[in-house]
């Protein structure tokens, strides 16, 4: 039996040395490997460059950016004995379509309709700085413009609509309710089986408040990340069985 | 004898979880340390919150971005123990202004001039989305405003003119006499006593192409990052007798 895990932050380049990274840690991904390898399942860990490695036998995919995931989650999909997905990675919901300096910007926008101006930045793609090299440290601003990257999460149901999936959903700062309302929107969206629904102001290293929403609109709460990886494999073996 | 070493790269929070980043290992940084070290220097290692640790009795101050690191650097350079500063962080040249969708952004500059269009963009710091928040993830784009950062090598010599400065130059795909040309101008600019001049495309790993700029124009090849790091205590330590 084998189980997908991601963890850790994505990173889209910006040019050559900048990143639009996030900054998930990839420790409770690192716990859940560990947790599932112990277990007895084999585990393959698709992570983000910066992302806390599990240890044991554990194949660890590295990945950069959003491409990357979809590339290797569907590669790793293609196997049948994968028969969960733990989706606990940190992606970039958007790529960064142009960089340009205001004036050159500027250009293309001055005296436009606001419909012209939406228009032009949604398609300013061919436009702004070459970004296969760095761009230079002395201008006077920046625009970064950013599009909406693809989505992993609804493809994995749509590959395998066999998988047991475990999507995860961080807010900051909002009230349990908001928050488990939200992780139930995902869980009914993306058809999960699970949804982890976490706020990052109750997350202090591994001292981490996690709700574990099933799809009965019912949820389980954990306080620690080691809790919450322990959790994930009893939920997910009484599943399988 | 106390040295100051920077390394690895900053980051500049977009919101709550996303950032953008340098992508600096601070390989380098941490190998300067451990020869500095084992050179018999105390070593000050300010560093970027993913950079490489070195070992050693070394003091460890991670920074996030370009304030704390200009924080930090100005308290270290209060110890009058400090004869040199080796600069080797991916320090980012901008700062994030403001975050906004491309309708937010509309608003402001429909029917605008050139010049007001710049001049908003230049302004637009008190606009956009609040930001201590995590922005959603369903906007059709967003509009990512950098401005300038504070320059933190300049601040070296204007704070201490008698410790020995080491500036670091990066560029992408250049010939070498542009890459002289322009570490020599960045020496000039902030007297330093040495600029490590580097270009992308000649770093693989730990094999690692630095010329070592001295202020007479002249300068010494490397090719390793080990080398590097040895050529640096030997330079260095040559200047403080």
Chains 1, 2 share one sequence.
Do not use: W
């Amino acid at each position: 039996m084998k189980i997908i895990i991601t963890s850790g932050g994505t990173r889209e380049h910006i040019d050559n040395v900048r990143t639009l990274s996030n900054t998930s840690s990839g420790r409770l991904g690192q716990l859940c490997a560990e947790a599932f390898a112990q277990s007895g399942y084999d585990v393959i860990y698709i992570h983000g460059v910066h992302a806390y490695i599990p240890n044991g036998d554990i194949l660890k995919i590295p990945v950069e950016g959003v491409l990357d995931l979809e590339r290797e989650m569907k590669a790793a999909l293609m196997d049948p004995d994968v028969v969960g997905v733990i989706h606990a990675m940190a992606v970039s919901d958007y790529f960064v379509s142009s960089v340009s300096n205001f004036e050159q910007l500027a250009n293309h926008i001055e005296n436009k309709t606001k419909k012209d101006v939406v228009h032009i930045l949604n398609t300013f793609e061919e436009h702004g700085f070459d970004r296969v090299h760095k761009i230079g440290s002395n201008e006077s601003g920046l625009a970064v413009l950013l599009k909406p990257a693809p989505k992993i999460i609804p493809m994995i149901k749509d590959l395998r609509s066999d998988v047991i999936l475990v999507g995860f959903k961080l807010l900051v700062d909002v009230s349990e309710t908001e928050l488990i309302d939200v992780g139930y929107k995902l869980l009914m969206k993306n058809h999960c089986d699970f949804v982890l629904a976490n706020d990052l102001v109750n997350i202090k290293g591994d001292n981490h408040i996690g709700h574990l929403i099933q799809d009965d609109h019912t949820y389980k709460t954990f306080q620690t990340k080691q809790a919450i990886a322990a959790g994930l494999v009893a939920k997910i073996s009484e599943r399988v069985k």
